[in-house]
Structure formats: C-alpha cells, structure tokens
C-alpha cells in the first residue's frame, strides 16, 4: 500500500477517510489530538471512550502506519479497519 501513498497529507487523509466511513456504518472514532512528529503525524484517537494513538510516517520507503495503546477496544478498532503497513 505505501507505494500508493505519494506523501505524508496523503497519508493521514486516507486514514481519515477511513475514520469517516466507519461513522456512516456506526463506529465512532473521534480523532482528540493531531500532533506533528518527525517524519509524520500522530494521531491520539478514542473509541468506546478508549484511547489509542495512530503514528503515520512518511519516507523514502512510502508510508507507514503504527498504531500504540493499552490492549483496549480503540486499539482493535485500529487494527482491524485502519491501514496496516
């Protein structure tokens, strides 16, 4: 997939994109906070009133999508509906 993915805005667009779509079909990921991180975006996300936080990087190798948290719902949501590098 990160061969698709011409920059960094891409990146994080998709992922909101993705964030967008699963409020149509009743998931609701609220992104808390956007942070710039060097070489890309973090992004602290609740679910279920759980927190997890989405890391996207973008390189010489394309983008990369990290997720991080305590092993809760907003951390599976991630995992299971997001990009996955």
């Not at 990160?2 to 699963?22: G, M, R, T």
């Not at 973090?42 to 759980?50: A, E, F, H, I």
Request: proline share 2%; hydrophobic share 40%.
């Amino acid at each position: 997939m990160s061969q698709l993915i011409n920059s960094l805005d891409e990146a994080v667009h998709i992922f909101k994109l993705i964030k967008k779509s699963l409020g149509l079909a009743g998931i609701d990921v609220r992104i808390l906070k956007e942070e710039e991180i060097p070489y890309g975006k973090k992004l602290t996300v609740s679910y279920n009133g759980q927190e997890a936080v989405a890391n996207i990087y973008y390189g010489k190798k394309g983008a990369k999508y990290v997720y991080q948290g305590k092993n809760n719902d907003a951390l599976y949501v991630l995992n299971r509906h997001f990009p996955v590098s």
